[in-house]
């Protein structure tokens, strides 16, 4: 059975740090591209980071850039998203997706498996 399973979000104040995990099973995860999507209340779901299948390669959202860092660990079939400096804005709900290709790609279309996503809220 085919899962990826996101987890560590939570309530924080601005400023604040956490970690997202992105545990996958049931197929081959090396040999997929992984992405962060979030979506807060009443807007579209939007691209957060992604991450080449060897972890070398990495790509951000321009309002993540500096603050989120992807990365993953293929022998945990994990893959992580620390996120520093937490704004209110950043609040909704998270989720990681997988692609069968190479390329990092920004579109939601593109990735064919999904989690169901983890809450996070952030305080001002």
């Known amino acids: 059975q085919v899962q990826l399973v996101e987890s560590g979000g939570g309530l924080v104040q601005a400023g604040d740090s956490l970690r997202l995990s992105c545990t996958a099973s049931?197929?081959?995860?090396?040999?997929?591209?992984i992405g962060w999507f979030r979506q807060a209340p009443g807007k579209e779901r939007e691209f957060v980071a992604a991450?080449?299948?060897?972890?070398?390669?990495?790509y951000y959202a321009d309002s993540v850039k500096g603050r989120f860092t992807i990365s993953r660990d293929n022998a945990k079939n994990t893959v992580y998203l620390h996120m520093n400096g937490l704004k209110p804005e950043d609040t909704a709900v998270y989720s990681c997706?997988?692609?069968?290709?190479?390329?990092?790609?920004?579109?939601?279309?593109?990735?064919?498996?999904w989690g169901q996503g983890t809450q996070v809220t952030v305080s001002s």
């Open positions: 997706a997988a692609r069968p290709r190479i390329a990092l790609t920004t579109s939601t279309t593109d990735y064919s498996k």
């Open positions: 049931g197929f081959t995860f090396s040999s997929y591209v």
């Open positions: 991450i080449s299948r060897s972890g070398g390669d990495t």
